[in-house]
């Protein structure tokens, strides 16, 4: 059983991890020229931050003493369990 200061530690680190998503796709969508050429670049940064996002909440999961967190939301988007 988790305790309140855990869970509330990971409540702050998804809310931080949330941040840093729509931070990294904003950034992505600002780079992105509309045209067929930056496509591939813009895919990749938006997978990427989705990547950078699952793997935070994991990580936050793990350290607050949850049982596992979304690692199948993690496979689906890289094919790898970790």
């Known amino acids: 059983?988790?305790?309140?200061?855990?869970?509330?530690?990971h409540k702050t680190a998804v809310a931080v991890a949330a941040a840093a998503h729509q931070t990294?796709?904003?950034?992505?969508k600002a780079a992105y020229l509309n045209t067929p050429a930056t496509w591939p670049a813009y895919?990749?940064?938006i997978k990427a931050a989705d990547v950078a996002n699952v793997k935070a909440?994991?990580?936050?999961?793990?350290?607050?003493?949850?049982?596992?967190?979304?690692?199948?939301?993690?496979?689906?988007?890289?094919g790898s369990w970790t």
């Open 57 to 78: 909440i994991i990580a936050s999961c793990a350290a607050n003493g949850f049982v596992d967190g979304p690692r199948q939301t993690l496979f689906e988007l890289t």
């Open 43 to 45: 895919s990749a940064a």
């Open 24 to 28: 990294a796709l904003s950034v992505a």
């Open 1 to 9: 059983m988790t305790t309140l200061a855990q869970e509330l530690a």
